[in-house]
């Protein structure tokens, strides 16, 4: 068997489409949507991410602001900036990049920001809401995964899914996303204290990588015609690497590759929570008067 491609780079671009049609009834009531970055430092990776979600918010209508500090920031100066993006009503979300640089605590960033304005969902409070089924902007990895699964026809009701990874970012929010009533799956969370990672992979029906280890996931590890997710980006010489082994194709029904399947899909849900923030906040203005000057 060869597994078949969940194509995030393809739904994407539907995504975006559709975003594209928002953002114009928006800015008919008179809102632009404006994305804020805070990037912090001069990490490769992190400044090309960064850049990848200018070029998006382009696509799409959504206006940019970009924040860049150097490394050496002191964390007063890092609060102010978040401060002045909290306060300018031209920024209707932003994100606050990470890693950021050894020294300043990202948790404490993250619980600076305004809840109405986190586009990464990863604000405590939003982080809270999702634990307690209240709406709140998701976060956009896990969302973006659960679009790529349901947009394909994947069952997720009843399905056993292994999630590799804890972090804050993916594992851990996906485990809360999938166990919802409405996704129903049945979630492992596979982490680095886990004795025997691969006797909870054989069993699943879904398996989503996101530990950051090339190929740490083989084929051997994989049951026949299981769906299996990469999240892991780890770049090498060869270029960029995921956590699933190439022999996972010969094994699987899907695969969602790297890259190409959930990296496209994070930028896309980053742009929806965007546009979601900005229509929350023109019903709550309400709609423009038709009538001159009142
Ligand atoms: N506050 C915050 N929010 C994030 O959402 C966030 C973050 N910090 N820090 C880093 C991670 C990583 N991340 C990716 C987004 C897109 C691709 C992506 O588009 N990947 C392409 C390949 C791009 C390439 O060539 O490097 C693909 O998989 O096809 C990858 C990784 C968002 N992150």
Known sequence: MTAQLLDGKALAATIKADLTERVRALAAQGVTPG???VLVGDDPGSKAYVA??????AQVG???LAVELPASVSEAELDDEIARLNADPACTGY???LPLPGGLDENRALGLIDPDKDADGLHPVNLGKLVLGDPAPLPCTPRGIVEL???NGIALSGAEVCVIGRGTTVGRPLGLLLTRKSENATVTLCHTGTVDVAAHTRTADIIVAAAG???????DMVKPGAVCVDVGITRTDAGLAGDLDASVREVASWVAPVPGGVGPMTRAMLLTNVVERAEALASVRGPRSSLPGI
Do not use: E, F, N
Request: hydrophobic content about 30%; aromatic content about 0%; overall charge positive.
């Open 213 to 219: 280890r090339p190929g740490l996931i083989t084929g």
């Open 52 to 57: 990848g979600k200018h070029r998006d918010c």
């Open 149 to 151: 699964l349901r947009r």
């Open 62 to 64: 959504i206006a940019s």
């Open 95 to 97: 994100i606050v990049q």
């Open 35 to 37: 994305l804020g970055t």
